[in-house]
């Protein structure tokens, strides 16, 4: 059994296949944390992990006697032990766990071990979205119930497992049996106490057109968090936090990393105290946040995805990769291929009409494409970006013949459509907002702060749901549109709801999110062949919660590859590629002017879900041979990519050496029977040096045959023109190719890449 209680040292111990969770109760019946590793044997007795810091002027559990204080010192001191989920008031002064007012104006909150019980499966959250087992796969929960020493205030900590993933998820359930409203101004997802320093620690910050960059820093005493308050996850940081042995790399270190299942205002943090212990704790963001929980009542946290990995933070990616793609992401487009898209935005903005995407479809079809996703300015009369939000409905100077009229020229092609909305905003300038002004989130008595000109609808309420529901599933109804980018071009402010009350006002953020999670819940319920994908302008709600309603996220507006490196490699410290949405743009780039070889925009791409982001009518004849050659080759690779293993080779943050920077990652189908690796140089003046790349995960009793596609400068076809060749490399095996690594010439020029494919041969 995975998970077990032993009733005669009072351990709890959760066993993946390569961890150990461990927890004891201890006297006085509070929950301490033994262990979190490498996985030890069932027969190890753990209790002796039990031992606490020393604090310097303690607070000692009231139910401690002065005899035996003295034989214990730091062990009834709450602050010098590892705590499973920590009370408030009650002498543990690290990041709190649970923190609220009783009725009577008290926080005090004593939390001791009541009961437990262990499930044989992993339970959905109620309203919220949260990791699951397949049909196929066994798994397990672990429910630990703390209660309130002098009252019923309960807090039930769950944690589950699934075979085959060393992942724990974790969530908290508070009821409160009082009597009287217990509000609640704190209850995290899940906390971790650590009893070693070593570490660096990994967040990730950024901004609009480039998010989720890498800051790995030595741990520093006191605490380091991020945080979002703008009601969505944000581009400024991201729900996830990795701690790393100071000198872990891809493959070697122990690495804990954890993320959140959630979409709203979030806090992330680890606190690394004066004895040298870290505690990392996530969850909703206490800023703002107040629950009032009648009695009676329970209030569920979003699920944190907690793991360990002594492999280094690529073993730790991966191991997140295999269970957001498999046990985050749902429906039809979890397993099955997504169909190769062109989207116009960058083509054409605001400026198209029914002929000119079929004109779009038509040409982008030569080279490979299979759909044409219908960008922004559709519906309503917009024709820029300060009107007709809420209005989703057909602007016929643009689409004659309505969405239908268009899906089924694209249809006749062979080809599928796809539809922008962006379904929880509004405009000012709208039909919808001149009979309900009062839909969108204001702070009564205040002119709302506008982002983009738009306004946030209410989505806590269920009338503007159905509103927005009705529309789109009208649209949806009326032709076979096989796609949506949800999208959602700004922060909330002002945030009041006219349905709630004034002590449930600090309810709003996450009852928005809530809301939001109802309307993509239906959607996708009432049209499960619609493959979504998830948009925040650009990356700025790039999260786990929102993969479980569409398994692929926009990954950042900024389609220029040598910026998209580094957004894409932060990325997938803890993401999937497969949730990715990459495409190759134009060159010169529209936001940053860098050319960029098709190669190197394409392999770019398909490090994500790959498509096209352009007019096909301004490319010439070579660029379309080999933007066709690109999608044939990602269609071909299309299950290794997707459903093989990751790996990091070279990181776009760090300088290969002194004259060139290389970013360079591979992946390897899990028969081990195929790989792609990928490498682009992005800034070299020819200094006529090999490049050696060690590979990864390959079988090394194979061979296998590489054919290289690079970027050569053919001046005298074109001058300054990268040309995309082709040439064999030969039979190389996997042991060779892991240890003597794969010599490459570096390319004259920036953005110069090349694409190896490797084929085991017998
Ligand atoms: C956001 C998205 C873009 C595009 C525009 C349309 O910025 O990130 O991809 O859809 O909105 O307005």
């Not at 008595?445 to 529901?469: K, S």
């Amino acid at each position: 059994m995975p998970i077990f209680f032993n009733e005669k040292t009072k351990v709890f111990t959760i066993n993946t296949q390569n961890t150990t969770y461990a927890m004891m109760i201890e006297p006085y019946h509070l929950l301490t944390h033994l262990y979190y590793g490498e996985r030890i044997d069932e027969s190890a007795d753990l209790t002796y992990l039990t031992n606490a810091g020393s604090v310097g002027r303690p607070a000692i559990y009231p139910d401690v006697t002065y005899d035996e204080f003295e034989g214990g010192a730091g062990k009834f001191c709450p602050h010098a032990r590892l705590l499973e989920y920590s009370g408030f008031g009650v002498g543990d002064f690290r990041t709190t766990s649970l923190q609220g007012r009783f009725s009577d104006g008290s926080q005090t909150t004593d939390l001791r071990y009541h009961s437990h019980k262990i499930i044989d499966s992993k339970p959905s959250l109620e309203g919220i979205p949260a990791v699951y087992a397949n049909e196929n796969e066994k798994a397990q929960t672990l429910v630990i119930t703390l209660k309130d020493k002098v009252c019923e205030l309960y807090a039930e900590l769950s944690y589950s497992i699934i075979e085959g993933h060393d992942e724990i998820m974790r969530s908290v359930r508070i009821v409160n049996k009082t009597g009287a409203p217990f509000m609640i101004d704190c209850a995290l997802s899940m906390s971790l106490d650590i009893p070693r320093k070593d570490f660096d620690v990994i967040t990730f910050y950024g901004k609009p057109n480039n998010e989720r960059y890498v800051d790995r820093s030595p741990i520093r005493h006191g605490k380091t968090s991020c945080e979002s308050t703008a009601g969505l996850t944000n581009h400024f940081s991201n729900n996830s936090i990795i701690l790393c042995e100071t000198s872990a790399t891809e493959e070697s270190g122990d690495c804990y990393g954890a993320t959140l299942v959630y979409s709203g205002n979030y806090s992330v943090s680890c606190e690394l105290d004066h004895v040298g212990r870290v505690r990392m704790a996530l969850g909703i963001s206490p800023t703002g946040f107040c629950w009032k929980l009648e009695d009676g009542e329970a209030f569920v946290t979003p699920e944190a995805i907690m793991s360990y990995s002594n492999k280094g933070l690529g073993g730790l990616s991966r191991g997140f990769h295999n269970l957001i793609r498999y046990n985050v992401c749902r429906g039809k487009y979890k397993d099955a291929r997504r169909p190769v898209l062109i989207n116009n935005w960058e083509a054409t903005v605001f400026d198209f009409n029914e002929d000119k995407l079929v004109e779009i479809a038509k040409e982008a079809k030569d080279f490979g494409v299979e759909m044409l996703v219908m960008d922004d300015g559709w519906f309503g009369h917009r024709n820029w970006d300060n009107n007709s939000l809420g209005d989703w409905f057909e602007l016929k100077d643009k689409l004659p013949n309505g969405i239908p009229g268009l899906c089924k020229r694209i249809n006749e092609l062979g080809m599928k459509l796809g539809v922008w909305f962006e379904p929880e905003m509004i405009s000012e300038d709208s039909e919808l907002y001149r009979k309900h002004p009062d839909w969108c989130i204001k702070t009564p008595g205040r002119d709302p702060f506008r982002g983009r000109w738009e306004l946030v609808l209410d989505l806590t309420r269920q009338e503007i749901r159905d509103c927005i529901y009705n529309q789109m599933a009208k649209i949806l109804s009326e032709s076979p549109v096989a796609y949506i980018k949800w999208d959602a071009n700004r922060y909330i402010t002002d945030a009041y709801s006219l349905s709630l009350s004034a002590d449930s006002q600090g309810e709003f953020f996450h009852r928005y999110v809530l809301g939001l999670y109802d309307l993509m819940e239906r959607i996708c319920k009432n049209f499960p062949d619609v493959l979504f994908e998830n948009c925040a302008s650009g990356g700025g709600r790039y999260d786990a919660g929102m993969m479980y309603y569409s398994p692929q996220i926009w990954c950042s507006d900024n389609t220029d590859p040598a910026h998209r490196m580094k957004i894409q490699y932060g990325s997938s410290l803890i993401y999937p590629v497969s949730t990715m949405g990459s495409h190759v743009a134009y060159s010169p780039n529209i936001n940053t002017f860098h050319p960029a070889s098709v190669l190197t925009r394409g392999i770019t791409a398909m490090a994500g879900t790959f498509g096209f982001e352009l007019d096909p009518s301004l490319e010439d004849e070579k660029s379309k041979k080999e933007m066709l050659i690109m999608t044939d080759l990602y269609k071909k690779h299309y299950f290794t990519i997707n459903h093989g293993d990751y790996y990091r080779i070279a990181s776009p943050y760090e300088q290969a050496n002194a004259m060139s920077r290389i970013s360079a990652w591979q992946f390897v189908s899990k028969d081990k029977e195929s790989a792609l690796f990928n490498m682009v140089q992005m800034d070299n003046v020819n200094d006529g040096a090999d490049a050696i790349f060690k590979l990864k995960g390959l079988d090394k009793n194979k061979n296998y045959k590489l054919h290289m596609y690079y970027d050569e400068r053919n001046d005298k076809i074109k001058p300054f023109t990268p040309w995309l060749e082709q040439k064999e490399l030969g039979v190389f095996s996997g042991d060779v190719l892991m240890k003597a690594g794969l010599h490459l010439n570096l390319f004259r020029g920036d953005n110069m890449s090349a694409l190896i494919e490797l084929e085991a041969v017998k």
